[in-house]
């Protein structure tokens, strides 16, 4: 019985000590693997390239070049911001694609009757022309800082300073020529400017309002003079901090050329695609610019308050009996 109470034991003993092993193995070997981290959400389908882009081929990227080389550009704001405007050109592009063979014969004739007047490659032209102006846009906002950021911090300061001064100044209970002039500056520039440019601005005004006020700013125990001239000094700092380099001035104008081809691409287009499906105003939608279309809507809006009353629909309210 001895022997065999003895052999269980040495069993157990040695199965507790394979168990420890075991664990401290897999502890190892936890220790030892990375910890997985959050790649995002998953797609159910994998994107895609746009199908356009393998219509850019090496011939209209040359006959771009060339084209953009020889314009001369004028005008080229597009009137609402950089990304709405291209994401505009791209959709422009794809309703070009969409109906250059008609998805619905029956209902919608082919853009591609009209390819005398478009060209066979236009919706590849506005996507590459987009794809230049991006990264044209890029290269344009490489700037150099030509002075310490610690001075952005003192001209906020002073700006600040001079700003409450001269409105405390303003406020001595008589109306004169000075109120005027500094509800002026507190209409033309913000209280806490938003971007070098406008600290610059705001730091200049306020500056020379005090220099012509300098007398009475003195009457204020706290008010150091001094401050003044800083922002002078300061507003001239900061209008030079950020200097285009060569190669961003370049980048600037191939910008403006490349939105200049776009627009011109999308004018056309739009022309012929109202003239085309004239008819069917859906397709004429799907073309035109949606940032454009909201604000004449919004210009138009008829104000019921100053008379300007919506029309009723055609036929009712206006004395016809069907």
């Known amino acids: 019985m001895r022997t065999k109470s003895k052999s269980k034991s040495k069993s157990t003993s040695t199965a507790a000590r394979s168990t420890k092993v075991a664990k401290a193995d897999a502890a ?32 209209i990227v040359a006959a771009i070049a060339a084209e ?11 009137g609402m911001p950089f990304s709405i405007f291209v994401a505009e050109a791209i959709d422009c592009a794809l309703m070009v694609q969409k109906y250059w063979k008609s998805p619905n014969p029956d209902k919608y004739r082919s853009l591609s009757l009209y390819a ?4 066979e490659t236009m919706a590849a032209e506005i996507v590459h022309l987009v794809d230049l102006a991006e990264v ?33 100044d303003a406020d001595d209970g008589v109306r004169n020529e000075k109120d005027d002039s500094v509800e002026a500056l507190k209409r033309s520039h913000e209280t806490e400017p938003a971007t070098i440019a406008a600290l610059a601005d705001s730091l200049g005004a306020y ?20 401050l003044i001239e800083e922002g002078e000094l300061l507003s001239d700092a900061l209008r030079a901090r950020r200097k285009a380099t060569g190669s961003s001035n370049d980048a600037l104008e191939s910008r403006d050329v490349y939105l200049q081809l ?44 100053e008379g300007d009353e919506p029309l009723p629909p055609d036929g009712e309210g206006n004395g016809d009996k069907k």
């Open 207 to 226: 500056a020379r309002h005090a220099k012509k006020y300098e007398a009475s700013l003195a009457q204020s125990p706290d008010f150091d003079g001094a």
């Open 262 to 305: 776009l627009r011109n691409r999308l004018g056309k287009v739009r022309k012929v695609v109202r003239h085309a499906y004239r008819s069917t105003p859906e397709v004429i939608r799907e073309a035109t610019s949606a940032f454009h279309r909201e604000r004449r809507r919004a210009d138009r809006k008829p104000d019921p308050l």
């Open 136 to 168: 044209a846009r890029d290269g344009a906002k490489v700037t150099t800082n030509a002075v310490d950021d610690r001075q952005l911090e003192r001209a906020r300061f002073v700006n600040r300073e001079l700003r409450l001064a001269v409105e405390f």
């Open 28 to 59: 190892k070997a936890a220790k030892a693997a990375p910890a997985k981290q959050y790649q995002g959400p998953l797609l159910e389908k994998p994107t895609a390239a746009l199908e356009i882009r393998s219509d850019i081929t090496p011939e």
């Open 116 to 119: 005398y007047r478009l060209g």
């Open 68 to 78: 953009a080389k020889a314009t001369i550009y004028d005008d080229v704001e597009p």
